[in-house]
Every structure is written in C-alpha cells, then in structure tokens.
C-alpha cells in the first residue's frame, strides 16, 4: 500500500513509525512532516487549505490510504472531501469529528447515551452566566465550546476567578467564537486516563490506555500543556475499572454512533476521570493522543495497517488486537517557555549517539533541517520512548537518553511515570 499520513509532531511520527514495520506498505509519505519522520518518509509541503491539492497529490502517488493525524483536519471535513473522491481515510466525518471539536455537542452526546459525565449547563450569555457562578458550589470548570488548543479549559476554585475567565471569554474574546458559547461544569476528583478503541459501523476493537501529564513542570505543578509525557500500564488502573469502562463508555458509544448515523472510522479518544463512583468522560477526541499515541504504538503487536484495513472494511468486530506485555514511557523535551513563548532554531546535538540506546525511539515534533544540523522549531520538540520490563526500568533508560542529549535550550519532567511506582 502507497501510505500518506497528515501531521507534524510526535504522534504523527510514531504512526508513521508503525506504518513502516507493517509489511503492508510500500511507501510512505508524510505532509508536512518533520526531520524524524522525513528519515522514514517522503515529506511534502503541500498546503492543505486547499483541499484539490491533496486530491491531485493522492491521485498522482497512487495513495491507498491517507491517515489523519491532528483533529483540525478533521474539523475541516478533509476526511469527507476525501472519501468523496474515492480516497481510504482514516479519521471520521466532519460531523462525528463534533464529539471534539463542540463540548456541548459531546455533552449532549454523553446525556442522551447515559453515559457518565459531569453535570453542566450551556452559556451564550455573559450575564446570565455571571450570575451562575455567583451562587455555585466550588470549584467548577469553565470550558470554551469550540476547538482551542487545549487551553480552553478552566479550573476555578473561587467566584473572582470564575467572573474573571467569564470576562476573558466572552468580552475579551481570548478563545475567538470558540468561547461564543461555554459550558460550566461540576468539577470532578479522580485520576485521569486516556483510553483508546478503533471504531466501525459494525463495533470497535479496544487498544489501551495510557496516562497523560498535562501540567508543564514536576509534581503537576504549571499551565496545562499538549501533554508532557505518558506511560502505560498503571497499577491505578484494575481489571476491574476497565471492565467498568467498556460496560458504562465503549459500549454505550458504539450504540451512540450508530442511532446517529456518523460515519466513524478511525480511533476515538475517551479522556476520563476514575472517580469512586467509576468511570467519568471529560472529554473526547476523534485522533489518537499526543504523547499517549507514542506510547500505544510502541506496545502494539498487531500489524497497525491490518487494523486500518479491517477498520476501514467495517470488520474490528472480530479484531482482538495484542500488545506486548511491556511497560513503555514517553517523556517530552520542550522548548524553554513552552507552553507560551520559545525560541526556534536551537540547534540539538547528539541524536545520533542518543538513537544507538537499545529499547528506545526518539519521535520528533517540532524539528527541522537546517544546514545539515536539526534545529528546534516547536514548543515540544522531542518524544523519548522507552520500553522495558517495568516503569522504573523504562523510566531509566527515558531519562539517560535525556541526559545524553542534554539540550540546554529545552525542559522536560523529571517525574513521568512515577505515580505508578
Ligand atoms: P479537556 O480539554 O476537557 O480534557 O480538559 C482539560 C483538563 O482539565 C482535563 O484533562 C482535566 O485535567 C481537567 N478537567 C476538565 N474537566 C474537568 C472536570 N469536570 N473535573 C476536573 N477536572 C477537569
Ligand atoms: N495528550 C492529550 C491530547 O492529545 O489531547
């Protein structure tokens, strides 16, 4: 198969990793991709606001399949146009893809299926909203509706700060038409997981989960970022929860999809919290999690465009799909200043001794080539992914390859991982 995959960090890397151990592909390309993948790949520049672009470039490769990594795509209908000139897409409808891209969609969603979810309500009015918070029970959680970089998302523990996220979203208009509407939410203690299963018109096939670090700096502390760095398997996650979380979220989803009639091919994100009264969904996303996606991959036994084709002909139903029985973790090095401003073209010595560690894959975000050297051109710049018999294990191998690296421009979490231990 003539492969072409969508994206430029980490997580569309370590697709295209996958893609390239698959017997099944013959080449592979990537738009627009960075200097890891264009190691393994065909990078293209091709801009993809104009859809008939990627339409003549789909049609001159031959390409068999397009994978599409980042949701902005998808809320761009590009699966849609694509399917509609005959292409394989991996990645649901434009109207599937409002599970992510509207909160109040998903909400409804969420209610109507009788799935577990905080208890919220819809605002389109400052005022009306104001007056909510000034008697709520705190704290609560303020969320633009629409797409905003995961910064959308709001913990107030007090009413000033709650009034005052009011008057950033709908006055000052920091989240754009994103904050046009908003839901405030009950807020809900637990830990968090990230679980993902393929889904079809005719079932799902289950992958696993991963745990996420959201926060920028050690012990959770920091603004929320993209995610800092993932591990898998936890302790904290039972037998018992998980067979919670298919009975009360896989399997409710499935019948939710179906009754609406969505075209849903592709992976579907649950992002939870396990309280003591079970599973909750916070949110979902329509494509895999960066940096849960690196994590996942490097686990997965399963030829990955095995799983595509079955995905795409309708048939997970039957799919059992096997992982090895390690512990993988992904820790991030970012840019100084990340998540709000960095410096860019940072030059990032010693990969090639870094990549001689047995065990580990260095996925790439935001890299570049410039004159021969790779150069930093992002605020997460690399995924280090260590496998090995346990976490502490893997989290050793993680962090000596951080130190071989040793990029004075960049940070990373010295604590992945260790609410496992
Ligand atoms: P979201 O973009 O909806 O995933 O939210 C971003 C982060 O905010 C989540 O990963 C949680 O850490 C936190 N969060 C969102 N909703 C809630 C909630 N109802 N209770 C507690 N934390 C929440
Ligand atoms: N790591 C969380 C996300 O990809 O949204």
């Known amino acids: 198969m003539n492969i072409l995959v969508l994206g430029s960090g980490a997580r569309e890397h370590s697709i295209c990793w996958a893609v390239k151990r698959s017997k099944k592909c013959k080449s592979l390309y990537c738009i627009p991709g960075n200097a890891g993948i264009s190691e393994i790949a ?22 068999d399949l397009v994978i599409i990594g980042p949701e902005k795509y998808l809320e761009n209908g590009l699966s849609d146009y694509l399917r509609s000139n005959d292409i394989n897409v991996f990645g ?15 909400k409804r969603f969420l209610k109507k299926n009788y799935i577990n979810t905080a208890k919220y309500k819809e605002f389109k ?30 913990i107030c523990n007090k009413k000033k700060q709650a009034e005052e996220t009011l008057d950033l979203i709908f006055k000052q208009k920091k989240f754009g038409s994103a904050g046009n509407k908003i839901i405030i939410e009950e ?34 502390i920091g603004p929320n970022t993209g995610g800092m760095g993932a591990f898998c398997p936890s302790k904290l996650l039972t037998r018992k929860i998980e067979k919670e979380i298919e009975e009360k979220i896989l399997i409710p989803t499935f019948k939710g999809l179906k009754k609406e009639k969505f075209i849903y091919r592709g992976i579907l994100f649950f992002g939870l ?38 995905n795409l002909k309708d048939k997970l139903r039957n799919l059992r799909i096997r992982n ?40 790439h975000a935001g890299t570049l080539l410039r004159n021969n050297k790779i150069v930093s051109s992002g605020g997460r710049v690399l995924s280090i992914t260590a496998k ?20 004075k421009e ?12």
Not at 200 to 218: I, S, T
């Open 273 to 310: 919290m396990i309280t003591d009264s079970g599973p909750f969904v916070i949110e979902y996303n329509v494509r895999f999690g960066d940096p849960e996606c690196q994590v996942l991959l490097r686990n997965l036994q399963t030829d990955f465009l095995k799983i595509i084709e079955l």
């Open 410 to 421: 960049g940070f990373y979490r010295k604590d992945i991982g260790q609410k496992n231990l």
């Open 92 to 106: 649901p409808s434009k109207k599937a893809s409002r599970l992510e891209s509207s909160k109040s969609f998903a």
């Open 324 to 363: 090895d029985k390690k512990s993988v973790i992904c820790v991030v090095l970012a840019s100084k200043g990340y998540p709000g401003n960095f410096k860019k073209d940072k030059v990032l010595n010693n990969l090639s001794k870094a990549k001689c560690i047995k065990d580990v894959e260095i996925f």
């Open 187 to 220: 807020y809900l203690n637990g830990f968090e997981v990230s679980y993902f299963a393929f889904f079809d018109k005719n079932g799902y096939a289950k992958l696993g989960y991963a745990l996420d670090h959201k926060r920028a700096y050690d012990n959770d």
């Open 42 to 63: 065909i990078c293209k520049k091709i801009d993809l606001e104009k859809k008939n672009n990627l339409n003549k470039f789909c049609k001159d490769k031959n390409i």
């Open 125 to 154: 009015s400052y005022a009306i909203a104001m007056k909510y918070v000034s008697s709520a029970k705190y704290p609560i959680v303020i969320k633009a509706d629409g797409l905003a970089s995961g910064k959308g998302v709001i």
């Open 388 to 407: 090995a018999d346990s976490i502490s294990l893997a989290r050793k191998l993680a962090y000596k390859v951080l130190s071989i690296i040793a990029w």
